[in-house]
């Protein structure tokens, strides 16, 4: 850190402009690189050329290989080989600040800032400007986070605690620290997974900004309409190994997907028809104050619900107060024709009724435990206990069956769920669920941030459940995938349900109408 | 690192090569040896003498360490769940009291409850009394006062810290609040023969021991085959996702801090046994010595991992240190210096090598 106090940022970019360092037609180049963990080859001589001024979008499944790269370029891996070149000279990256040095910020997916500190204090945290007798001067580093939200056209108040900022806010301010360093090379990984239609046209016009300032931009995303909204180039990864780049108004959504599965994926959302049963779940003027207020839908046997709205809808939290993970205040919920007071999600279950969050880190997975720790933990609350002891075979061959039927990836139950991709992990929690045999299952986001292959897997098998009489309800922020496996669509926006869609009459503008009015 | 092991093949049935995992308490298992050998070195060359080859050294290890490895034990279930217990110690010196007064005899004159502000109660039934009653009012005692730290705990969402440093300082009062400070002494043979050493094969085994094993036995099969040992260990991984699980938390965490209660409930019944006597100063710092033996044994701080093999060894570690010393003819002060950075580096060893597998 004492180096580049004592260079300064606007020096070192002189240097770099003033062609004293060798010009390259890459900003920065990456060839043959390769690394291993145990067990595994996560990357097998991948390339990739980011070019000044451009985003760079990196696809391909979870466990392509993509984040194992951005982590090595910004110094938290060191590869076992590979030719690194910043601005045509050859670098080396020991760690994360050596990285940060040689101006290549990442700006991680999951956000890392300190959240009881300010604004201005997180963004220059270790490079505080100092006053009088060495203290920090807070109003000049208030006044440099100003001029650098001015240029990028932030509105956030520099002395504001990061903890009371929205999610989109944060990632804002990772923006504008990651900015600071000057850095030529800016790696956002899935950077729009959370936020809003808005906050992303936001986050565009940033990206835009940075570009014509001519900065290099690594763009990891699962989301197709982004590519092309904002990507210039893509480069496609498949298992450890390097596809192709191409310029993105040269391909179509089918040739990326193509590439990234090896394979055709004919249909996306496969949701076939179902009959459908009597009314299980019944919700008449559901509210939770502050919240949301007077839900009231049925959902019937055999039917997929899906929940559409904007991030803050309230979508997820009907879905918690549904299932007791905060109870309601009023309103009223009859489960299979009688009044249940759901105080409790162990209420719920006993019920019939099983929940897939939206946050598999926060209230999803157990990291420190194995894949079959995970995957028995709900129906422990039912079956295979005797005298309090667990009949840990029985369990272990229900789980196995129940996750080689949805192809869980992994040699072995006892591996930690830690060392599974994202997609694996969802699937397991699904097992988990399915584990207690629900009739009614409510699934929150069940394929944000999985590759295209086990979302299709993930679709398949939501329409198989639904033929065997299973009630769905399914919340997602994908328009495409709403459309596509409900029979009905509730529309939310501001806590109140704004209509209900028969599948006939939804599309996409009825539902946007909906969800913004 | 999530992106890199996830290919490894198809489905769970492929026939990979499965990682041969090592016990983690292996490891630790090492250190112990480690440290019993460099001992036994050290004894050939400084004193002369073998420091294992002794039968009566080799039963005093255990003993020594047996009453804090039975809290041990408990605050490890408790440390599972992402809390932590600082109230066992006092408990100790509390239940010893009382379990002591209970226990005695009627050749002591001044047995607390031949005094008239219990005798009104008829108390004083008790002296000379089975040996049950002791042990019974012991256990229970301590299980009530776990129960209140449990649900202090679950009903107020105070940080255990908080609660338990509460307990452990109101627990120290009664033990002085409770004969004004006296000890209670001359108990019942049957009692104190729970204290006892019998012999084994020639070798003096202390009964505390056996009670510390058996303990250990039963709690290492609860956590490891009963759901009350898979959502002890969720709750400590990851509460959200536990509560979403459909466990209830608070009622758990009650069963937990009423289990670590009961057991230092016996660890104060087994002292008092032992020492023949109850003295309000009994089990002072017991509770720090026995979150070290759960953290020296693997225990995380911040819940979801240890093993009660890995406890009852970390438990071991620290009697063959004091014993070592003591051996060597170390003096007390340097043993308690050498003691705490023995704690810090076992744990900074294994800090150092979860992370380096994580790195791998």
Not at chain 2, 61 to 82: D, E, F, K
Not at chain 2, 237 to 266: E, M
């Amino acid at each position: 850190m004492a180096r580049s106090q004592v260079i300064s940022p606007q020096t070192m970019q002189a240097v770099r402009n003033s062609g004293a360092v060798a010009q390259s037609e890459y900003l920065l180049e990456v060839k043959d690189v390769r690394k291993e963990f145990p067990g595994v080859v996560a990357l097998d001589n991948v390339e990739l050329r980011l070019r000044r001024g451009t985003v760079h979008a990196l696809m391909g499944e979870n466990g392509a290989g993509k984040s194992t790269l951005m982590k090595i370029l910004a110094g938290i891996y060191t590869p076992d080989s590979g030719i690194f070149r910043l601005r045509g000279q050859e670098i080396r990256l020991k760690n994360p600040l050596d990285a940060l040095e040689n101006g290549i910020a990442m700006i991680h997916q999951e956000l890392n800032l300190m959240a009881p500190m300010t604004v201005s204090e997180n963004i220059w945290i270790g490079r505080e400007p100092s006053g009088r007798f060495g203290l920090i001067d807070h109003a000049e580093m208030n006044r440099r986070t100003e001029a650098l939200f001015e240029r990028l056209g932030i509105e956030i108040d520099p002395e504001i605690r990061v903890g009371k900022l929205s999610v989109a806010n944060r990632q804002m301010v990772e923006i504008a620290k990651a900015v600071s360093f000057d850095s030529d090379v800016l790696i956002m990984d899935e950077p729009t997974s959370a936020l809003t239609d808005k906050e992303v046209s936001h986050l565009f016009r940033i990206i835009r900004s940075l570009k014509a300032d001519g900065k290099g931009i690594i763009y990891i995303t699962h989301k197709m309409n982004e590519l092309f909204e904002i990507a210039d180039e893509v480069s496609v990864f498949r298992d450890g190994k390097y596809i192709a780049t191409h310029n993105s108004v040269d391909v179509t959504r089918d040739d990326i997907i193509r590439m990234m599965v090896g394979r055709e994926i004919t249909q996306m959302f496969p949701k076939e028809a179902a009959t459908i049963g009597d009314i299980v779940l019944s919700v008449r003027d559901l509210t939770l104050n502050g919240i949301f207020k007077d839900v009231s839908f049925d959902l019937r046997a055999g039917e997929v619900l899906g929940f559409a709205g904007l991030v803050g809808s309230g979508r997820s939290n009907v879905a918690e107060t549904i299932f007791g993970v905060t109870p309601a205040n009023a309103g009223t919920i009859e489960l299979f024709g009688k009044q249940v007071v759901v105080s409790s999600p162990s209420v719920a279950m006993r019920h019939g009724m099983a929940f897939l969050t939206e946050d598999r880190k926060e209230t999803g997975c157990f990291l420190l435990l194995d894949i079959q720790e995970n995957a028995q933990m709900a129906v422990l609350q039912q079956r295979y206990v005797r005298f309090g002891f667990v009949q840990q075979e029985k369990l272990r061959k229900e789980a196995d069956e129940m996750a080689n039927r949805l192809r869980v990836r992994t040699p072995d139950m006892a591996e930690p769920i830690i060392n599974l991709s994202g997609g694996n992990q969802q699937k397991v929690l699904i097992c988990r669920w399915l584990m207690t045999n629900p009739r009614i299952l409510i699934l929150d986001e069940p394929t944000r941030g999985i590759d295209v292959g086990a979302k299709a897997e993930i679709h398949r098998l939501i329409s198989q459940l639904a033929g065997q009489g299973v009630a769905i309800i399914m919340i997602s922020s994908e328009m495409p995938e709403v459309l596509g496996m409900s029979d009905r669509v509730v529309v939310l926006h501001e806590g109140r349900v704004t209509g209900i869609l028969d599948r006939a009459e939804a599309d996409q503008v009825k539902i946007m109408e909906l969800a913004s009015r | 690192m999530s992106e890199a092991t996830n290919e490894l093949g198809n489905t769970s049935k492929t026939g990979l090569k499965k990682v041969r995992r090592i016990p983690p308490e292996l490891s630790i298992l090492l250190v112990l040896i480690g440290i019993a050998l460099i001992f036994e070195v050290m004894g050939w060359y400084v004193v002369g003498d073998s420091f294992l080859a002794n039968k009566q050294r080799l039963s005093i290890i255990v003993l020594q360490v047996a009453v804090t490895g039975i809290i041990a034990v408990g605050v490890t279930q408790v440390i599972i769940t992402g809390g932590v217990d600082l109230s066992s110690g006092s408990m100790v010196g509390f239940i010893a009291m009382v379990v002591a007064s209970f226990a005695q005899t009627s050749l002591n004159a001044r047995a607390v409850f031949l005094q008239p502000e219990y005798a009104q109660f008829g108390l004083s039934w008790f002296i000379d009394s089975s040996p049950l009653w002791p042990i019974l009012v012991g256990i229970l005692l301590g299980a009530f006062l776990g129960y209140l730290n449990g649900l202090v705990i679950a009903k107020t969402g105070i940080p255990p810290f908080i609660a338990t440093l509460g307990m452990m300082v109101s627990a120290r009062g009664l033990a002085k609040w409770y004969t004004e400070g006296q000890p209670v002494a001359l108990l019942n043979e049957n009692f104190t023969w729970l204290g006892q050493s019998f012999n084994l094969w020639g070798f003096p085994v202390p009964r505390t021991v056996i009670v510390f094993f058996i303990v250990a036995i039963i709690c290492h099969v609860a956590l490891s085959y009963t759901r009350y040992g898979k959502f002890t260990y969720a709750i400590g991984a990851n509460p959200q996702a536990a509560r979403v699980s459909g466990i209830d938390i608070g009622k758990h965490l009650i069963k937990v801090y009423a289990v670590a209660g009961l057991l230092s409930g016996l660890a104060g019944v087994m002292l008092a046994a032992r020492a023949q006597s109850g003295q309000p100063n009994m089990g002072i710092s017991f509770e720090l010595d026995a979150i070290a033996a759960a953290v020296i044994g693997g225990a995380s701080l911040t819940g979801g991992v240890g093993r009660i093999t890995g406890t009852v060894i970390g438990t071991i570690i620290l009697g063959v240190v004091t014993s070592g010393f003591t051996f060597l003819k170390v003096g007390a002060y340097y043993q308690e210096i050498v003691k705490g950075a023995i704690i810090v580096a076992a744990v900074v060893i294994d800090v150092y090598r979860q992370r380096k597998k994580s790195r791998a």
